[in-house]
């Protein structure tokens, strides 16, 4: 059976500070290359920031057919991974929570977050659900809170996917953190039981303010257990060796 070698970041919060967003990604994907890895999966918002109040996510907002996104393509390595990372869209004035995917500079397609939190209403929400394939690895795309829906999961499971790639950004209050540590994966474990999907988390890490984000950033099975995860509160790289079969895969965190 053949494997896919995948890998997500865990990484600090970077608000509007798209340069060192960059710069932080680059050497991210560099490392995933040296790895062998095909796709790279960032967290949700990761480019500007997870800005939910309008004011803050327009002053940052790119329109994905702009000379100035253009020049963010560029940025990015022209070898290596496909690129899954998290911004802020704009389009015709209306504000997406976007999940972008680049090959070698070049934007082949996006997924805009389904599913919004009361807090996230300056966005609009995605109407479609796209799917993506790499060789023999066929995947689609949720963004944090769509994970509580099954309806998200089973529409990547209809497209024939294997693989849900989450982009998640859980920096919350310390107390709501506490709480909801160990939630993220039994909600994310349910979809995969409901679906027999695969799903790759990617999150932030570090404090700010009063608030936490620990993670996780993780692979579970189809069977919906965690198979492999790094750390919590530590930036990091996981990289994960992918069934395209029905074999068991192997992790290697760094």
Not at 123 to 136: L, Q, V
């Amino acid at each position: 059976m053949r494997s896919v070698r995948i890998a997500a970041a865990q990484t600090p919060e970077f608000r509007e500070d798209v340069e060192a967003a960059l710069d932080h990604a680059i050497g991210v994907a560099a490392r995933a290359e040296a790895d062998g890895a095909a796709l790279l999966l960032f967290p949700e918002g990761f480019l500007q920031g997870y800005l939910t109040d309008e004011a803050s996510a327009r002053r940052v907002a790119f329109d994905l057919a702009s000379a100035e996104f253009a020049a963010v393509l560029d940025r990015f390595p022209k070898s290596g991974p496909v690129l899954v990372m998290g911004l802020i869209e704009i389009e015709e004035g209306r504000l997406f929570n976007t999940a972008v995917v680049v090959e070698q500079g070049v934007l082949i397609g996006r997924y805009r977050k389904a599913h919004l939190l009361s807090g996230e209403q300056a966005f609009e929400a995605g109407k479609e659900s796209p799917h993506f394939a790499i060789g023999d690895l066929r995947y689609g795309i949720n963004i944090c809170y769509d994970t509580n829906f099954p309806e998200a999961a089973q529409k990547i499971a209809a497209s024939g996917a294997s693989l849900i790639l989450c982009l998640s950004n859980n920096m919350m209050p310390r107390e709501k953190a506490d709480i909801f540590k160990q939630l993220h994966n039994a909600v994310r474990g349910e979809r995969c039981r409901e679906t027999g999907l695969w799903l790759i988390s990617s999150d932030v890490t570090g404090e700010r303010d009063g608030r936490i984000a620990w993670g996780p950033t993780a692979v579970l099975n189809r069977q919906g257990q965690v198979v492999a995860q790094l750390p919590l509160e530590e930036p990091g790289l996981l990289v994960f060796d992918f069934p395209c079969g029905g074999q068991e895969a192997g992790a290697r965190p760094k």
